[in-house]
């Protein structure tokens, strides 16, 4: 999928969980015994989902995810690289490191704008 394809299916639009970071999908979907320690909700079935976004810096330039993930499995349904200037604002953000981060600041701030248009 790309932008536009995204922008387009308001079910899947609807269901993009904002707040969702990697390190909390993990608890939540992999970590089961200890969510309670999180204050995060419980995950009682492979039918709970959550749709959310990823930036993934382990390459030559960072790349977003879209992430369908439940008690199974995780599975990429878009990826998407950044324009320039958000590259540039992103990796000073996480001091050039390698990782995968949550859309947070200018990186959500430009997507917000880009699923809106």
Wanted: glycine share 4%; aromatic share 12%; net charge negative.
């Amino acid at each position: 999928m790309k932008l536009n394809d995204i922008r387009k299916d308001l079910k899947l639009m609807n269901a993009i969980d904002w707040q969702m970071t990697p390190e909390e999908a993990v608890v939540l979907y992999l970590e089961w015994g200890n969510n309670w320690a999180h204050g995060i909700n419980l995950i009682r079935s492979k039918s709970d989902v959550s749709h959310y976004f990823v930036v993934n810096n382990w390459g030559k330039t960072p790349i977003v995810y879209l992430i369908r993930r439940n008690s199974e499995e995780a599975v990429e349904l878009a990826e998407f690289e950044l324009p320039d200037k958000i590259i540039d604002i992103f990796q000073k953000s996480v001091a050039f490191n390698k990782g995968v981060y949550a859309v947070e600041g200018a990186v959500k701030e430009w997507l917000q704008k880009e699923l809106m248009n």
